[in-house]
């Protein structure tokens, strides 16, 4: 069992202190002088007193590695009852689902790499678009995820959860690795560390391959580098992290089951083979820390260049029967953000208080985002282009305050305001907006008593709506009235939970939670973006358990359950389109048996209405990944990844809308569905020096 992390005290205040005073120091494992360590079961640092919340919690990099998984996005399903698809090519922005959420690519789940946010507002392709591609696991040191609207340094996309990556300042051995498998997968991945001057320097850089098994190869490439400079010094800590990525690839996207059923395509084939796009992110991140006794000051600061070209085709020829219904999306950005924050820790009348306060600012210049009607990758017609400014000023403060022994209290606030300033191709199109709104927090903490705690959180979040839909006016294909959405939509959330290890080697937590949207972000299927909808309510429960018998084996179980309703009274129907009722993990891994290593993983999440009225339904998906390692020799291991064990037949997504295939007279309503890919395997042999 590692217990390289520093452990956080009994009592839940000194854990929290212990939890904030050390910032990177625990999100690194570096730069701690404490002599305990946290337990870590299962490869979760999720102990009694290490948490706000029955379902926060901390991943560290064991579980990434004894985890087989098929794209960088799905590291994220160690975050307990979430789920990573994907419904087009490899390097587009995976699915997400979570406490009843069709994230579509991010839109209520923020995530951050580095220090610097991932999800893109007012996006080419949909609101909070969070692309992960440009992840690389073997560099994360830390996953730090939330959930709910209860944190007050969580801003923007967050009210469903966020999960923050950290990245390693060195690492324990340099990786020169090279894997492949079937339908044409390769990469090689080659990260090493050294120290230099007074500071350590890491770099990393990886290749990836693959075809995928699509009639329509996907000819995915990709080339992504890091260099990393950290630089510890008396109380301070510096960190400049360097990012580039660009990806390219042809994409399978979504198909009609009628067009299946009738042999028009074959399950695994394409009605469009020129769909597919190209993407690139260059960054820029510092990140630093200062401790001074009981005062603590940390600042991040980032800049990012971005491109994207996506070229999807979701309803064939029912728009243009002559040249197809093709359209690419484009976006280009350059963001900018910094956020500093302060700690204050101390007494008040003889009892211990903890005070964090910060600001958050970020600025978006996007200089084109575009929608265009094409055919094979052709333009044809501009539906719009605009040149969008969109700042973002967030300022949050927060309390911790120990009452007694067993009882502490956590009250915050943030306030927010955001301001947008639109430039379309068609004038009507173009304004200025701004909104601004405020969200308190709370948290309660019991306990422990017997090795158990108990929670009680509530708070108000909110997500942004695109910048180009709060001015719009008319609709830009058809010139009819268009309605305009609000900037910022309030969320309220509120959630029970407990945290127990009264059993030896169990960590076990139990949250019952509800979430409520004044305005519902939906994906479109035959606009392939994301639309403000209908206020909803959810509510669920989340059931997390980590068994370490032994050593050498670990046992895991997770299971999600939730309801998911518009909370109006329109005659269409209250079920929200593609929310997740019920996600099953459950796992087993063995770790350094002899020289063996491995683990197998089964996830399956349930049917889902794909109509309000709940007419049409989804199919559940399950399936099974597995993981066999060798350590041939002390620097030498070899490792077999079982993508979809059982080669089961699922969808990773399905979706019910109007199509239209070439040769019918009409559109026709039908599932539309993206397969799972079917059984690969794959084998990597990895040096380490």
């Known amino acids: 069992m590692p217990r390289n992390i520093p452990r956080a005290p009994r009592r839940p205040i000194a854990a929290l202190i212990g939890a904030l005073c050390t910032g990177a120091a625990l999100a690194d494992g570096e730069h701690s002088e404490r002599t305990d360590v946290i337990e870590v079961i299962g490869h979760y640092q999720n102990a009694i007193g290490t948490s706000d919340a029955a379902s926060q919690g901390y991943i560290t990099p064991k579980l990434i590695e004894s985890r087989p998984i098929q794209r960088p996005a799905d590291v994220l399903e160690a975050v307990p009852g979430l789920v990573v698809t994907q419904h087009s090519g490899d390097g587009k ?64 996309f967050s009210s469903a959860g966020a999960a923050h990556f950290h990245y390693q300042d060195k690492l324990k051995e340099n990786i ?31 290749l990836v391959g693959n ?11 990709k080339i992504n580098g890091v260099v990393r400079f950290s630089l510890a010094k008396g109380e301070s800590e510096h960190r400049v992290t360097a990012m580039h990525y660009s990806g390219e690839w042809n994409a399978t996207d979504q198909i009609p089951l009628r067009a299946i059923n009738s042999g028009f395509v074959p399950r695994l084939g394409s009605l469009d083979k020129t769909d597919g796009g190209n993407t690139s992110r260059t960054s820029l991140g510092y ?13 991040n600061a980032y800049g990012i260049r971005y491109r994207m070209r996506l070229y999807s085709n979701f309803t064939y020829a029912m728009r243009d029967p002559v040249n197809g219904d093709q359209f690419e999306q484009l976006d280009q950005r350059s963001v900018f953000g910094i956020s500093p924050t302060w700690l204050w820790t101390g007494r008040v009348a003889g009892r211990e208080s903890i005070t964090k306060a910060g600001l958050q600012y970020r600025r978006d210049d996007i200089g084109k985002v575009g929608l265009y009607n094409t055919a094979a990758r052709q333009r044809l017609a501009t539906v719009r282009e605009d040149s969008v400014g969109e700042t973002a000023l967030g300022v949050f403060a927060e309390n911790s305050f120990a009452w007694t022994d067993w009882f502490r209290s956590i009250v915050g606030a943030r ?9 379309a191709n068609n004038p009507l199109n173009s304004g200025k907006t701004n909104d601004s709104l405020v969200s308190p927090k709370m948290g309660l ?15 108000n979040g909110f997500h942004s709506n695109d910048a180009r839909g709060t001015v719009i006016r008319v609709d830009p294909s058809t010139l009819a009235p268009a309605q305009q959405v609000p900037a910022l939509v309030r969320t309220r959330g509120s959630e029970v939970g407990a945290r127990t290890e009264i059993i030896p080697a169990v960590q076990s937590s139990i949250a019952l939670w ?11 299927g035959d606009a392939g973006t994301t639309q403000a909808s209908r206020p909803s309510e959810r509510n669920g429960v989340e059931w997390s358990n980590r068994w370490k018998p032994n050593r050498w084996l670990l046992l895991d179980f997770d299971l999600s359950l939730s309801r998911a309703r518009f909370s109006d009274n329109d005659p269409a129907g209250p079920n929200i389109p593609g929310s997740i009722g019920r996600v099953v993990s459950l796992g087993a891994s063995v770790d350094d048996y002899g020289p063996w290593s491995g683990s197998v993983h089964l996830r399956q ?28 020799e002390k620097n030498v291991r070899l490792t077999l990844d079982v993508i979809n064990l059982f080669d089961r037949r699922a969808n990773d997504i399905e979706y019910f809308y109007q199509s239209q295939l070439r040769g019918e007279a009409a559109s026709v309503g039908d599932k539309h569905l993206h397969p799972v890919e079917p059984r690969s395997l794959r084998l990597a042999v990895r040096t380490t020096f």
């Open 93 to 156: 922005a995976n699915q997400y689902y979570l406490r009843g959420f069709n994230l579509d690519h991010g839109t209520d789940f923020a995530t951050s790499v580095a220090g610097a946010p991932v999800n893109m507002p007012s996006h080419g392709h949909g609101q909070g678009y969070s692309d992960l591609n440009f992840l690389i696991p073997e560099l994360v040191s830390r996953i730090d995820y939330r959930k709910g609207p209860y944190f007050a340094s969580e801003g923007d």
């Open 176 to 206: 020169l690795e090279a894997s492949a498998g079937g339908f044409g997968f390769k990469r090689l991945i080659g990260a090493a560390s050294r120290d230099a001057g007074s500071g350590k320097l890491l770099y990393a850089m990886e």
């Open 211 to 221: 075809n995928g098994p699509w009639v329509n190869a996907n000819d995915y490439s």
């Open 287 to 299: 990140e630093f820390r200062h401790d001074h006794g009981d005062r603590q000051f940390q600042l």
């Open 415 to 423: 306030a927010d305001t955001y301001s947008f300033n639109v430039i």
């Open 445 to 459: 903490v019991f306990g422990p008593w017997a090795e158990t705690e108990f929670f009680v959180n509530a708070g």
């Open 514 to 524: 509800k979430l409520s949207l004044a305005s519902e972000l939906l994906f479109v």
């Open 605 to 632: 999440f349930g049917p889902r209405p794909l109509l309000a009225d709940n007419s049409q339904r989804s199919d559940s998906a399950t399936l099974v990944n597995a993981r066999v390692s060798y350590r041939m």
